[in-house]
């Protein structure tokens, strides 16, 4: 039985009728009870799951300190994994699942510091590379730019045999972090077959985790 709190405008818990009352981070909300159907699994759904879930899983393994320090400040009533994921769903489905596609074509973050382009060189010695990326230290025109901003570089590695990617074996590693006025960061990575794939990208905060960079994931150009 449902139980509606302070009279009908109120927040209720339970069943009411069609729907069902519950609250998410203290706000009262309101469900539809799920249809009883078939599951349909047209070629379109299976599409749409398929690149949800894995966005879902690149946002796992993001989370910490990306969708942490790009998303979480600035997401309204939602989380923001839920967000990173909501804002690039529809890219997936576009581009395919790929870490270094999605390196190129992927949000990010989605904010306000300005980045001059960012230039990305590689060296292999063994089985590790090295991946050096530099930027125009200038501050141009942004608005909220300072030299003191941090620049986050990082990797997405993924072994993929066969061309075909194992989600398991999804790895984000960064480089140390180095504010705007370095011009520099050194990242270093070890992919664990020769299958791996490795893309790049890049995102900038403020010294003061208040404002978070425009989109700078075209890495791999």
Known sequence: MGIIKQGILGGFSKKVG?????????????????????NPRTTAQVEQRSAFAYT?????????????????????????????????????KTIGQNVVNFCYYGVFSDGELTLPGLDKSSSVAGDTTTFTVTWDTSLGN????KATDIVKIGAIMCDAPDGVEN???????????????????????????????????????????????????????
């Open 167 to 221: 989600l398991d074996t999804l790895k984000v590693v960064y480089a140390d972090s180095a504010t705007r006025d370095t011009g520099e960061a050194t990242l270093i990575v070890t992919p664990p077959t020769e299958s791996t794939q490795v893309g790049i990208f890049a995102y900038v905060v403020s010294a003061d985790g208040y404002f978070r960079s425009q989109n700078l994931g075209l890495m791999n150009a």
């Open 56 to 92: 879902s899983k690149l946002a796992s393994a993001l989370l910490t300190p990306c969708v942490q320090e790009c998303w979480n400040r600035w997401s309204k009533r939602e989380s923001g994994y839920n967000a990173f994921v909501k804002k690039n769903v529809g890219i997936v």
């Open 142 to 145: 942004g608005k909220f730019d």
């Open 18 to 38: 069609a729907v069902v009352g519950t609250s998410w981070k203290g706000i009262a909300v309101m469900k539809s009870m799920p249809q009883s159907v078939v």
